[in-house]
Nanobody, 121 residues
Framework: QVQLVESGGGLVQPGGSLRLSCVASGSLRSIYDMGWYRQAPGKERELLAH???????NYADSVKGRFTISRDNAKNTVYLQMNSLKPEDTAVYYC???????????????WGQGTQVTVSS
């Protein structure tokens, strides 16, 4: 079975930084596109950043210039470096990926369990 597990969330002051990690594990053959989302209370889930298997990235306007998505294919890991954090960044952050299992003929979309990020003084 394939799983995505996020880590690195926590409480940080405005202007601070956090680095989130998401590790894929299990009997997987390959990982395709990966992305980071967030969801604040009472709001819809928002796409923040996207990265292809070749490293091409895209960002939402709300985080452009502050957040950086990257991946280490050898470690089956995607990262989200978050700098200059603002109170409005407070949300549960989720990792998402399209993954092909070892015995699978097609890719399947997976979500991590989420990690809480709170930006407050």
């Amino acid at each position: 079975q394939v799983q995505l597990v996020e880590s690195g969330g926590g409480l940080v002051q405005p202007g601070g930084s956090l680095r989130l990690s998401c590790v894929a594990s299990g009997s997987l053959r390959s990982i395709y596109d990966m992305g980071w989302y967030r969801q604040a209370p009472g709001k819809e889930r928002e796409l923040l950043a996207h990265i292809t298997s070749g490293g091409i990235t895209n960002y939402a306007d709300s985080v452009k210039g502050r957040f950086t998505i990257s991946r280490d294919n050898a470690k089956n890991t995607v990262y989200l470096q978050m700098n200059s954090l603002k109170p409005e960044d407070t949300a549960v952050y989720y990792c998402n990926a399209d993954i092909r299992a070892v015995r699978g003929g097609r890719s399947t979309n997976y979500w991590g369990q989420g990690t809480q990020v709170t930006v407050s003084s």
